[in-house]
């Protein structure tokens, strides 16, 4: 899976999900969660990325990472 498959796939997911429940259990701000429901950034930051991907089940390789450093 590519990183754009992947924030795609969170981007899916965060749609599905309950907005106060993603916000407890990421610990990200209301408006991080918002805009990545809206529209997820081509470049996100790694931090934030990291956090939704563990929460979406995904395991990204340091190679994928390497854009987002």
Known sequence: MT???MILAIHTRLKSECFTDLVKETGLSHSTIWKW???PPEKPSLRVFIKLAC????????????PLL
């Open 55 to 66: 929460y979406c089940g995904l395991n990204p390789s340091v190679d994928q990472l390497e």
């Open 37 to 39: 429901r809206t529209s």
């Open 3 to 5: 990183l754009i498959e």
